[in-house]
């Protein structure tokens, strides 16, 4: 079993923030000082969407107030000088997740990121073929390898694939406790296994796959390797490279940064092979009334006009994270997800979703509380100024294996305080008796 104490990941000669330098953070986020209905405001929704600190607003603002104009396209000063701060910030993000320049494309999200992937696969598919593009396509009998754990955005562009190739999707299965089922899965991927596609650290569950042993059944078939990073990128040092993916996709507004940027990752051959999904101006080398040549990775799939000054803001988030360390991030999450899931489980008629205290987690816990529905218990503790999520967590399959239909989560970030932690757990504990909730489960 592994236990916080020693993660994959981890150094013992760092440690994870603590509480003063945590009270510090929180001044450079201005959202967070504000009272809801009456309450001071505590954030536990960051797995949904993260807060910014001012360095971040003031970089996109700077960049509309100095340098605004289209990159990629004009000669003159101001054109210039944004082409450079774009392109700086590409260098910036990469290198905050171990990749190449080129190797990182900016989408609008990580669910747009998918999306690429797929069609460009789907485009291989109906013969948009050549430059190595035919190892991409898929046919009847090739399958696609998801995990029952997945976020809709990492299960439905590959059910839309296969529907649109005729390949058949498969699924790696999770145990009890939401674990993955490796025995499964060795015996799932097979020479039919054309992609391999799964979280690095579940929205629900908050675990951590074990990505080198997946890698590792892929390499031995030749299946890709797609890793949805969304949840492990803003909370865990990641390095793609060494992960040894081969393509990974993650959001800016999870790690700090403005919505309407993502980026995928996609290693360089891959990437210079695969055929483009959106097709415009500013992805071509040359066009005629008949057909069009392309550029390479990235502009190849960064057709029209870009989120330029979200990348800069992006760039911004990935330096606060660098100076703050990632490593003393991830390990402040860890003890702030034990205090969660030991807090929470000893509070009668409440159910943890994932790994049980004492087992490697990041900082969230997904529970739920019996005799009450999940939007139910949102709205008590938004009430008393809590915000979490209700719901599936865009996870239905999840849920419906762990016999539930929706769930409440609590997500924690690096501008999180145990106090914050503790407030929530407090209130938890009055959700039953609030309702009128017998032990039993029914009402009184």
């Not at 929530?424 to 017998?438: D, K």
């Amino acid at each position: 079993m592994t236990t916080v104490s020693t993660p994959v990941w981890g150094d013992s000669r760092i440690s994870a923030l603590d509480d003063d330098e945590v009270r510090r953070i929180r001044t450079d986020f201005p959202v967070l000082d504000q009272e809801i209905n009456g309450k001071p405001l505590v954030y536990l929704d960051s797995s949904a969407t993260s807060q910014n600190p001012r360095s971040v607003l003031e970089a996109e603002q700077e960049f509309y107030e100095q340098r605004n104009a289209a990159v990629h396209r004009g000669a003159h000063h101001l054109a210039v000088e944004a082409t450079d701060a774009f392109e700086d910030a590409r260098a910036t993000v990469a290198r905050f997740v171990g990749v190449a320049d080129d190797e990182l494309i900016w989408t609008a999200n990580a669910t747009a990121g998918l999306n690429l992937l797929a069609y460009s696969f789907s485009n291989a598919s109906a013969g948009n073929v050549g430059g190595g593009a035919e190892r991409f396509a898929l046919k009847p009998g090739d399958e696609v390898l998801v995990t029952e754990m997945e976020h809709h955005a990492n299960l439905i562009p590959w059910q839309e694939l296969c529907r649109r190739t005729g390949a058949t999707l498969r699924f790696i299965p999770i145990d009890d406790a939401g674990a993955l089922r490796l025995e499964e899965a060795a015996k799932l991927v097979s020479g039919r296994t054309k992609i391999l596609a799964f979280t690095h650290t579940s929205n629900v569950l908050g675990n951590i796959n074990p990505v080198d042993v997946l890698v590792r059944m892929a390499r031995e078939v030749g299946a890709l390797v797609v890793l949805d990073a969304c949840q492990s990128v803003p909370h865990l040092p990641v390095d793609f490279k060494a992960l040894d993916v081969d393509f990974a996709v993650f959001s800016g507004h999870k790690m700090l940064g403005p919505t309407g940027i993502g980026a995928v990752f996609g290693r360089s051959e891959l990437l210079n092979a695969m055929p483009p999904f959106l097709t415009g101006g500013s992805m071509i080398t040359k066009v005629t009334m008949e057909q069009a040549e392309y550029l390479p990775s990235p502009q190849r799939f960064e057709a029209g006009t870009q989120a330029i000054s979200q990348a800069v803001a992006l760039a911004s988030a990935a330096n606060y994270l660098s100076e703050t360390g990632m490593e003393r991030v991830a390990l402040r999450e860890a003890e702030l997800g034990q205090r969660l899931v030991t807090g929470l489980t000893a509070i009668d008629g409440v159910r943890v979703l994932g790994p049980a205290a004492g087992e490697e987690r990041t900082g969230l816990a997904a529970f739920d509380v019996a005799g009450v529905h999940a939007h139910d218990v949102g709205q008590y503790l938004d009430e008393l100024g809590i915000a979490v999520r209700v719901g599936h967590h865009c996870a239905q399959p999840l849920h419906r294996r762990l016999g539930l239909t929706a769930s409440t989560r609590a997500s924690t970030y690096l501008y999180t305080t145990t106090d914050e932690v503790d407030v929530l757990l407090e209130a938890v504990a009055q959700i039953r008796p609030y309702f009128g909730v017998t032990a039993t489960g029914g009402k009184a």
